[in-house]
């Protein structure tokens, strides 16, 4: 995304003309298994048959090489990754970059207000622990994606924990107004431990209500995290197509229509001069980037549970860029930012905004992009409008046939297969939500339950089972 942009602008810092840091000639390419130069090419698919590596190890290789280590990366081994993971005839598939008429919304957005180049992950790997970083500025420790959890963890029945506890909890603090505005039943942050009884608060809403809710003059809340829907995935545990999260299997043209319907909401409110946008992305993917990823500030709490560190990873290295854009009407038009970020750059700049305190040491020495907001009077020509997403063909049938379609080939394909990275984190969610929504004596059987899950059909039937719960409760 963006990597083929050739967008140009104003630096943000120094104020002269500028390139945003794509690929040319010398950085376009990777090695395959045989030493062979692949290049980075457009148009990309709409959407992938496969999902690139990006847990804890396939980072490591992507960055170091096949046997490399921190602190020598050099961007060598993307390719060889895919290839051995995998196990695809065609590496070349990892190199694929959208052209700028494929994410017509993504690019209008990026030539209107502020790009940044140097936006990396928090941590070189997977979704969970960099979400994680958004709303803790640490993630207590967690380098992996979710795993099994058995009674002796903690995070089982309470959730994920951090030492200094989360943004909500400061805002809380200071009585400012939050809510998470979700496409999903099951989102992500409901993982984070005290988020049901937030949840039990009102302070979820349903994505739906958003553009509702902003149109109000007297809308009063000041922060709001939005997650998107993940499709099939949480409905009756297929995968993410026909959701907006622009996972590799869905369509990227629904997260599109995403980013449009956001902005314009926003834009078109009374609330539009005092706003900030952030549109960033939790990790890279798996896919190919040239930057190396600079070394960072440890969060410095503690490991809260000892499942969390699997690698004994010290969180003194961020990881792979992600595209970010920041819309502002107080920011000039064309700003390409070439600073370094992280996920904390979020809570920095908030907490800047609403003088609260660092929550740990990564958050407080991460730049800010105050600098962004130069202009002293709000801007009257950004679009009302964005161009409508391109039209990538790709339809998506309903919940019922899908899952049904899910259930005829389920048998065949997960019967046996045991449960995936990506899902398991989200069965833990559902049971978190299963064990909010039953009667306390259910407790133990719910327990059982849970602990009966060993493989992937067993994970989507669970699934299914509790959003359709949800929906009758």
Same mark, same amino acid.
């Not at 709409?46 to 602190?71: N, R, S």
């Not at 990754?81 to 005839?89: G, L, V």
């Not at 553009?211 to 099939?232: C, K, L, M, N, Q």
């Given at each position: 995304? /963006? ?20 690929? @040319?000639?010398?950085? @376009?390419? @990777?090695?395959?298994?045989? !030493? ?16 690139? +590596? ?10 170091? +090489? ?38 017509? =919304?993504?690019?209008?957005?990026? #030539?209107?207000?502020?790009?940044? $180049? ?5 941590? &070189? ?15 207590? +420790?967690?380098?992996?994606?979710? %795993?099994?959890? $058995? ?61 509702? $809710? ?20 949480? %409905? ?7 959701? @907006? ?8 043209? #629904? !997260?599109?229509? /995403? ?36 070394? *960072? ?16 990873? $010290? ?28 996920? %904390? ?30 202009? %002293? ?5 950004? &679009? ?16 019922? *046939? ?15 297969? &045991? ?7 989200? =069965? ?8 909010? *929504? ?36």
């Amino acid at each position: 995304m /963006l990597g083929l942009s050739n967008l140009q602008g104003t630096d943000a810092i120094s104020g002269q003309p500028t390139t945003i840091d794509g690929l @040319n000639e010398s950085n @376009n390419w @990777n090695l395959d298994p045989g !030493g062979n130069k692949v290049f980075a090419s457009a148009p990309a698919d709409w959407a992938m048959l496969h999902d690139p +590596g990006h847990e804890f190890t396939d980072v490591k290789e992507q960055l170091c +090489g096949a046997g490399g280590d921190y602190p020598r990366i050099n961007n060598s081994g993307f390719v060889t990754n895919y290839s051995a993971t995998q196990h695809f005839d065609n590496p070349a598939e990892i190199m694929k970059c959208y052209a700028a008429d494929q994410l017509t =919304v993504l690019t209008a957005l990026a #030539r209107e207000f502020a790009v940044c $180049d140097r936006w990396f992950s928090s941590m &070189p790997g997977p979704t969970w622990p960099n979400r994680f970083f958004v709303h803790a500025a640490s993630s207590g +420790g967690l380098d992996h994606s979710p %795993t099994k959890l $058995d009674m002796a963890s903690s995070i089982l029945l309470n959730g994920y924990k951090f030492d200094n506890g989360t943004i909500y909890d400061c805002f809380d603090d200071e009585d400012i107004e939050w809510a998470i505005y979700t496409g999903d039943l099951l989102p992500q942050s409901l993982a984070i431990s005290g988020m049901h009884l937030k949840l039990l608060e009102g302070r979820f809403k349903d994505f739906e209500d958003f553009a509702r $809710d902003v149109s109000d003059p007297g809308y009063s809340t000041s922060y709001v995290f939005i997650e998107p829907s993940y499709g099939h995935v949480l %409905t009756h545990g297929g995968n993410y197509k026909c959701g @907006n999260s622009q996972h590799p299997l869905d369509d990227v043209t #629904r !997260g599109e229509r /995403l980013l449009k319907n956001i902005y314009e909401a926003i834009r078109n409110s009374p609330h539009w001069e005092s706003s900030v946008l952030i549109i960033m992305y939790d990790e890279h993917g798996g896919f190919y980037d040239h930057v190396a990823p600079p070394e *960072a500030v440890a969060p410095g709490d503690s490991i809260t549970d000892p499942e969390n560190n699997l690698y004994n990873f $010290d969180f003194k290295r961020l990881g792979v860029r992600t595209p970010a854009i920041i819309v502002s009407p107080l920011i000039p038009k064309g700003t390409i930012d070439h600073t370094v970020y992280d996920h %904390t750059s979020v809570l920095a700049t908030v907490e800047n905004i609403f003088g609260l305190q660092p929550l740990t040491m990564r958050d407080k020495y991460a730049n800010t992009f105050m600098h962004l907001f130069s202009l %002293t009077t709000p801007r009257t020509d950004a &679009p009302t409008t964005l161009p409508e997403p391109a039209d990538s063909g790709i339809k998506c049938e309903g919940e019922e *046939a899908a899952a049904a379609t899910t259930a005829q080939a389920a048998y065949a394909a997960d019967a046996a297969a &045991p449960v995936d990275p990506s899902l398991q984190g989200f =069965v833990h969610v559902a049971f978190l939500r299963d064990l909010q *929504a039953s009667p306390a004596e259910e407790k133990e059987n719910l327990i059982a339950k849970y602990q009966n899950i060993h493989t992937r059909l067993e994970a989507k039937q669970y699934l299914s089972e509790v959003s359709h719960k949800i929906k009758g409760s």
